[in-house]
């Protein structure tokens, strides 16, 4: 059974920095893409950043964190974190990871950033 447990979500002031924590288990997470996805109140889920399964292996980030967010995992303990600096308000929102396992797409519960204006 596919699980994905997200933590490390909290409030924070604009300019702060947060990491964000993905635990992972009942697949071989050692083979798969691991994303991160975001979705702010009113509007759609957009991907924010992607790691392939092999370190070093290909990273993919939006534009609008490229230079402010991080992705890696640790394949050993079957995590995966985001760090996220410079935040700004419009950060602000659930954040969860995901798997493909082709198909279908699996979420953690996610986690909820806030970054007040």
């Known amino acids: 059974q596919v699980q994905l447990v997200e933590s490390g979500g909290a409030s924070v002031q604009p300019g702060g920095s947060l990491r964000l924590s993905c635990a992972a288990s009942?697949?071989?997470?050692?083979?798969?893409?691991m994303s991160w996805y975001r979705q702010a109140p009113g509007k759609e889920r957009e991907k924010v950043a992607s790691?392939?399964?092999?370190?070093?292996?290909?990273?993919w980030y939006a534009d609008s964190v490229k230079g402010r967010f991080i992705i890696s995992r640790d394949n050993a303990r079957n995590m995966v974190y985001l760090q996220m600096n410079n935040l700004k308000p419009e950060d602000t929102a659930v954040y969860s990871c995901?798997?493909?396992?082709?198909?279908?797409?699996?979420w953690g519960q996610g986690t909820q950033v806030a970054v007040p204006s």
């Open positions: 995901s798997v493909l396992i082709p198909p279908p797409r699996f």
């Open positions: 009942g697949f071989s997470f050692r083979t798969y893409t």
């Open positions: 790691i392939a399964a092999v370190v070093p292996g290909q990273i």
